[in-house]
T-cell receptor
């Protein structure tokens, strides 16, 4: 699976949009971008995933650049409960081989009142 | 609840003791994963089951680590002769293997193992 690069930490004011970047310049054509987050003392939680089109769900939006070498996770209105470590993960499509998730160190997002 | 549960939540062991960590996946989930998370690091893959078959154990750090899922539901991760470097949070995750689905992995809260 391709390697990802994320900033170590970010701050965001409560109520503002949080934009978390991720670089994955070696991504292959059949690899998806997944985002998980881990709130302190909990297991990781799935947020969203995409291949090449932008995606949106009730939690967040995922913007993938046209060349697919980078992406941005957007939390539109950050709350204190969004304070967590956010992991960007690149992996092959479901059912196409390895099922494991390869986590990096992620970005520690702190939402400030 | 309907989520993944793990027990115990906390375990303290003396060096050299054997420990057993339990994972109850979401009912009906075919796939089950174990990950190890050291302090300040992201989770690292240990092993993967599809039903009762252990299809990948490439992440197990030594032969002291053993996992089983005999009936394709509950899984146990056993660590023999624990060492201080085994201190970590052990996470279990499960997913359905429907290839048309997102293959989302649902994680339990983890077991924090401290080896003294």
């Amino acid at each position: 699976d391709a390697k990802t690069t994320q900033p170590t930490s970010m701050d965001c004011a409560e109520g503002r949009a949080a934009n978390l970047p991720c670089n994955h310049s070696t991504i292959s054509g059949n690899e998806y971008v997944y985002w998980y987050r881990q709130i302190h003392s909990q297991g990781p939680q799935y947020i969203i995933h995409g291949l090449k089109n932008n995606e949106t769900n009730e939690m967040a939006s995922l913007i993938i650049t046209e060349d697919r070498k980078s992406s941005t996770l957007i939390l539109p209105h950050a709350t204190l409960r969004d304070t967590a470590v956010y992991y960007c993960i690149v992996r092959v499509e479901p059912g196409a081989g390895s099922y494991q998730l390869t986590f990096g160190k992620g970005t520690k997002l702190s939402v400030i009142p | 609840g309907a989520g993944v549960s793990q027990s115990p939540r906390y375990k303290v062991a003396k060096r050299g003791q054997d420990v057993a960590l339990r994972c109850d996946p979401i009912s009906g989930h075919v796939s089950l994963f174990w990950y190890q998370q050291a302090l300040g690091q992201g989770p690292e893959f240990l092993t993967y089951f599809q039903n009762e078959a252990q299809l990948d154990k490439s992440g197990l750090p030594s032969d002291r680590f053993f996992a089983e899922r005999p009936e394709g539901s509950v899984s146990t991760l056993k660590i023999q002769r624990t060492q201080q470097e085994d201190s970590a949070v052990y996470l279990c995750a499960s997913s359905s293997v429907d290839v048309l689905a997102t293959d989302t992995q649902y994680f339990g809260p983890g077991t924090r193992l401290t080896v003294l």
